[in-house]
């Protein structure tokens, strides 16, 4: 079995775990302080960005003198856009819901 798909080499891994780990804890855990919804909606996003992160995520390659060059380049789509694009609305809707319940 692989697990190279946990493995965290990039921000937009880490921002999908904790989307996923926000969207889980909302809707399993009682916390007083904050609001499910508003941890469910801040998740969602931050999962939103993740995913429209990795969709865009492909790899260069080149051939090269010494052989083939690859690298990882963030090439996004109209989806991955839009994904991207609805995410960062919901993380600042429900973060300014979230610090406005705070404060």
């Known amino acids: 079995m692989n ?38 909606g801040f998740g969602l996003g931050l999962l939103f960005i993740g995913l429209s992160y990795w969709m865009a995520w492909k790899k260069a390659v080149t051939m090269h003198l010494g052989g083939i060059l690859s690298w990882p380049i963030i090439k996004h789509n109209f989806v991955s856009i839009l994904l991207l694009l609805i995410g960062i609305g919901l993380i600042t809707l429900f973060g300014f819901l979230i610090i406005k319940a705070l404060i």
């Open 3 to 40: 697990f190279n798909l946990f493995k965290i080499d990039t921000w937009w891994k880490a921002v999908f775990i904790l989307g996923l780990i926000s969207c889980v804890g909302a809707s399993s855990f009682t916390i007083s302080f904050i609001e499910k919804k508003h941890l469910f």
